[in-house]
């Protein structure tokens, strides 16, 4: 139970950052926000952003949990969830450098969603070295 409270911590943590790297947008990227791509207004917000990108940690954390305890493919799944994370980590960058008004948004912004997927792909990761099969038992042991 230790490292996942440990694991949950850092995703805490590594939320509230990218949370506030995201909010810190241009002044051009607010404009836009504001004008044109309301639905996008969550992210002028650190702490919206934040408690965000927290809880879509947390249901991949629920999810590879579920899936560790009940599948004897557990890592073939959470591999599908790692290359998941790589696409969009991709997709993210090649977003941000190929179209024009995503570039002006500023590099912290950038930087704060690259960072959610970097702890997308971390949980990943740390899920994939954990025992096949997890038991409800031995989930104080994590």
Known sequence: MRHF????????????ISGILVSEMSL???VGIDLFHKN????????????????????LDLIQFI??????RANLYIAVLLITGLLGLFAVFQDFTTNFSH???????????????????????YFLTLP???????????
């Open 5 to 16: 409270k440990i694991l949950i911590s850092l995703q805490l943590l590594l939320s509230l």
């Open 28 to 30: 051009i990227g607010r």
């Open 40 to 59: 996008y207004r969550l992210l002028q917000y650190w702490w919206k952003t934040a408690i965000l990108f927290f809880v879509l940690l947390l249901l």
């Open 67 to 72: 899936i560790k305890r009940k599948s004897t």
């Open 103 to 125: 570039k002006l948004l500023k590099e912290r912004t950038h930087v704060g969603f690259y960072l959610f997927w970097l702890t997308w792909i971390g949980t990943n990761i």
């Open 132 to 142: 096949q099969k997890i038991k409800v038992a031995d989930a104080a042991d994590v």
